[in-house]
């Protein structure tokens, strides 16, 4: 797929979400105003991509940012700990609040109008939250284990409504407990329902399996999500990070399944969103990590493939976002043809991870006798 192809693919996307987002919104008349909103700013960061690629430099609209390394929760299988991105305490030289603040300002510049905040737990980081609060042209999904979500952290979702909460489940009350510990799920619960009574929209995202796949994308479970007050489903595709998980990645089959779910689902059921990551390969031309379609900056600066590809070569406190994007590794990965391999489970740079690191070391190597 060629890069003007790929921006095109990507800005459908982004389109997409915000029509779904407008339509499951309904009567409510704050969110649909800020929807409207967002719209028209992201036609505006679709355009300043445009002008870009006319001039040999593809942006994606999308950025995983993980803005700590600290997290209330022990979730079993977790790949953020597993890869060691993830503990009890933040690292001491993560990125401060005013970097991050840079980065989020430089993303609006060039366009990214979607900047997923992660971590560990971002709530945990107040400080940052505040920050990307000031910036209502970038939409923030601050992606959640929900157990944070109360008091302050209510109000300032319900005077910025360009922070949108996404809450974490596993499935219904036994299968989130089973994963994220017990009574976790009824602290959602609580948390779901304080943010219906103020009107605040709110996601759900979901980690898919091969045993969860057909409850989580029953009528059923969605049906109780949309009575909750959710108004979008994130499902991602469980990437095998701890030893002897593999049979738990979705396959060929469960794809088609998703596909066919989730087109059903568009048409059928409009009152919520429904997103997959990492979505449909094949429509892509293949994974969309790397900066083809989002990359992910980790907790100390470091630019990353995507958060399941924890390897890096360059950090954004000395490249920026732009020169990340330059990155070697990024373009390695792209011209290789890493990313558009065949693979069988939900994420090809997980499964080929010794070929990134590989690539990593060069790409380092190559700079220090440079």
């Known amino acids: 797929m060629s890069s003007f192809a790929m921006q095109k693919y990507m800005t459908g996307g982004v389109l997409r979400v915000v029509r779904d987002s407008l339509r499951a919104v309904g009567a409510d008349r704050r969110e649909a105003a800020f929807w409207l909103r967002y719209a028209v700013g ?42 060691h991105a993830c503990s ?24 990214i109008g979607f900047i997923l905040l992660a971590g560990g737990e971002p709530l945990l980081r107040w400080d940052v939250i505040k920050k990307a609060a000031e910036h209502p042209g970038v939409l923030f999904p601050i992606f959640t284990n929900g157990v944070c979500l109360g008091g302050q952290v209510l109000e300032t979702l319900d005077a910025k409504r360009n922070l949108v909460p996404v809450i974490s489940l596993e499935g219904d009350e036994e299968e989130t407990d089973r994963r994220r510990g017990k009574g976790v799920y009824r602290q959602v619960s ?132 732009r020169g990340a994007l330059k990155s070697p590794l990024f373009t390695a990965l792209k011209a290789g043809g890493v990313l558009t391999e065949d693979h069988a489970g939900g994420c090809t740079l997980f499964e080929r ?5 590989a690539l990593t070391r060069a790409s380092q190597g190559a700079e220090v006798n440079s």
């Not at 002008?51 to 997290?71: M, W, Y």
């Not at 609040?97 to 366009?111: H, I, N, S």
């Not at 469980?238 to 002897?244: F, R, S």
């Not at 900066?291 to 630019?303: C, E, K, L, P």
Request: proline share 5%; hydrophobic share 40%.
């Open 42 to 83: 992201a036609a505006a960061a679709s355009a300043k991509r445009f002008a870009r690629e006319l001039t040999g430099e593809h942006v994606p609209p999308f950025l995983i940012a993980s803005i700590t390394g600290s997290c209330n929760l022990h979730c079993a299988g977790c790949y953020a700990r597993e890869n």
């Open 88 to 111: 009890d305490s933040a690292p001491a030289d993560q990125l401060t609040a005013e970097e991050w603040d840079r980065v989020f300002t430089e993303a609006g510049a060039l366009g």
């Open 190 to 321: 609580a948390a779901m329902d304080a943010l219906r009574k103020k009107g605040i929209a709110f996601g759900v995202s979901i980690t898919v399996t091969k045993e969860n796949v057909r409850k989580v994308y029953s009528d059923r479970f969605l049906d109780s999500l949309a009575e909750k007050g959710c108004r979008a489903v994130i499902f991602v595709e469980y990437v095998p990070a701890a030893a002897g998980s593999d049979a738990l990645a979705p396959g060929d089959e469960e794809r088609a399944f998703i596909l066919r779910t989730t087109a059903r689902l568009r048409k059928t059921k409009p009152q919520m969103a429904y997103i997959n990551f990492p979505g449909d390969e094949k429509s892509s031309g293949g994974c969309v990590a790397a900066g083809r379609g989002f990359f992910h900056v980790n907790v100390r600066g470091g630019a990353e493939p995507c958060p399941f590809s924890p390897y890096s070569d360059v950090n954004v406190r000395d490249a920026g976002l």
């Open 353 to 357: 991870r010794e070929t990134v690191e």
